[in-house]
């Protein structure tokens, strides 16, 4: 099975400036995951700033630490990623959120493409260079 790596286009643009570090807030419930991923994202030059287990502690950490990039995962125990997506693009300043799950893109269909998002990155491809990839 060939991995793509799925840019959506959307009007939400990454809030960082090319000579910034990029800032992550990973959201995800199980904390294997999150600490893969901190490892994953760090030894590729991301600072992980904070890390959420539901939809609720997400919103409310991005509206404190104010990260460039929220890696979220979709299904979350409370509300959903696509819920938590639409809530963060209506920040003022958003950050570019990047959905990954365990499951396939094919699961979630259109969905992913009416998400206000930067891409989808399922979670056994995660990288930062797939992160980059999808940021620009």
């Known amino acids: 099975m060939e991995l793509v790596l799925t840019p959506i286009s959307s009007p939400v643009r990454a809030?960082?400036?090319?000579?910034?570090r990029r800032t992550v807030l990973i959201v995800d419930d199980h904390a294997e995951f999150r600490a893969s991923a901190r490892a994953l994202l760090e030894a590729d030059g991301f600072e992980?700033?904070?890390?959420?287990?539901?939809?609720?502690?997400?919103?409310?950490?991005?509206?404190s630490l104010r990260p460039t990039v929220v890696l979220l995962d979709i299904a979350l125990p409370d509300i959903d990623g696509f819920a938590v997506a639409l809530r963060l693009a209506e920040t003022e300043d958003p950050p570019a959120v990047i959905l990954?799950?365990?499951?396939?893109?094919?699961?979630?269909?259109?969905?992913?493409?009416?998400?206000?998002?930067?891409?989808?990155?399922?979670k056994r491809a995660l990288s930062g260079a797939a992160i980059g990839a999808l940021l620009g």
């Open 100 to 122: 990954v799950s365990s499951r396939e893109r094919v699961v979630y269909g259109q969905r992913i493409d009416r998400a206000p998002v930067r891409g989808f990155v399922p």
């Open 48 to 63: 992980v700033t904070g890390e959420a287990v539901d939809g609720a502690q997400a919103v409310v950490m991005a509206a």
């Open 15 to 20: 809030a960082h400036h090319p000579a910034m």
